[in-house]
């Protein structure tokens, strides 16, 4: 049975021309499918968040129709959209910031089709990055994307940011924070501890956090917990802390356990949280939006070793 393709955007126009003092370019790396297409890029009038706007929706043309199809279904199979988005992220502060933009991709009616994070480091004072981030693969099916827009953005001083994938702080160890898992109001979100220096690191106990706000400024009023017994048994029996020592390459592993369960009073959301592996350890700024509901408590599970 003869099936047409689908059909994509009809080219956008107009290049937006950017200029501005002090810029850095992101190495976005724009190549992939669909690179030596002629594609056009359309302006966007987006005020920003937080010093982050997009400046520019690229779609490629449309694809020519077959003469002939073939046994294989293409609406069921997943391609590259050649979809991306020019960004730039101004920082308006007096301290080198790293931020972490999320670009929601979507359709004329606002839904959104696909979104991609982007991490941009290091950015001075009065400085402004731009980059270029792509869509890349969508679910067979979804509308077609002309639009794009700043979703979320975090940001942390450049100086305690987690370390980029291949980079190894002075300390011999890297601090991030994986994406969590939630079911039923209960959220548990990894720490994660990585020696990737060249000596033994040794670990005893929990790790040491600070809650901040929007500004980064301290959280009171939550009480943060030794163990996850006080919030939850779902997350497994408290295990009292073990010396945990890590040759190179290995990881340990501790969780953040909390209930997002709102009754009276305010809700409070921490949406950073200074993290040091142990006393005296470098501070690193994790963002995994708590979300404490009013019930005013955070449980810390030890450092374990993680299966490897």
């Known amino acids: 049975m003869r099936r047409p393709a689908p059909l994509l955007l009809p080219a956008l126009a107009a290049v937006l021309s950017l200029s501005a003092c002090g810029t850095e370019h992101a190495d976005t790396g724009n190549g992939g499918p669909g690179a030596g297409t002629p594609s056009s890029a359309t302006q966007v009038t987006d005020p920003g968040v937080d010093g982050v706007r997009i400046t520019s929706v690229t779609v490629p043309p449309p694809s020519p129709s077959p003469e002939r199809s073939f046994s294989v279904d293409a609406e069921r199979l997943p391609t590259d959209t050649g979809v991306s988005a020019a960004y730039e992220v101004t920082n308006r502060g007096a301290e080198a910031m790293t931020y972490t933009i999320l670009v929601d991709f979507t359709n004329d009616a606002g839904e959104v089709m696909g979104n991609t994070r982007e991490t941009v480091r290091a950015v001075g004072p009065g400085k402004t990055v731009r980059g270029t981030v792509r869509l890349g693969v969508v679910a067979p099916g979804s509308s077609s994307v002309t639009r794009a827009a700043v979703g979320d953005v975090t940001k942390v001083p450049a100086d305690e940011a987690p370390a980029g994938p291949g980079d190894c702080p002075a300390s011999g160890v890297r601090v991030t924070a994986d994406e969590g898992d939630a079911a039923m109001g209960l959220r548990v979100v990894g720490l994660h501890l990585e020696n990737c220096g060249t000596r033994d690191y040794s670990v005893h106990g929990y790790p040491l956090l600070e809650l901040l706000d929007d500004d980064r400024e301290p959280v009171d009023g939550v009480e943060i917990l030794e163990g996850s017994g006080g919030i939850t048994t779902g997350a ?67 450092w374990k070793r993680a299966a490897q």
Do not use: C, H, M, Q
């Open 236 to 302: 497994g029996p408290d295990e009292a802390p073990e010396p945990v020592t890590l040759k190179p390459g290995e990881t340990a592993l501790a969780s953040l356990v909390w209930r997002n369960t709102t009754e009276s009073g305010t809700p409070v959301n921490v949406p950073y949280v200074r993290v040091r592996a142990e006393e005296g350890a470098d501070p690193v700024i994790v963002t995994p939006k708590l979300d404490l509901g009013t019930t005013g408590k955070l449980g810390v599970r030890p």
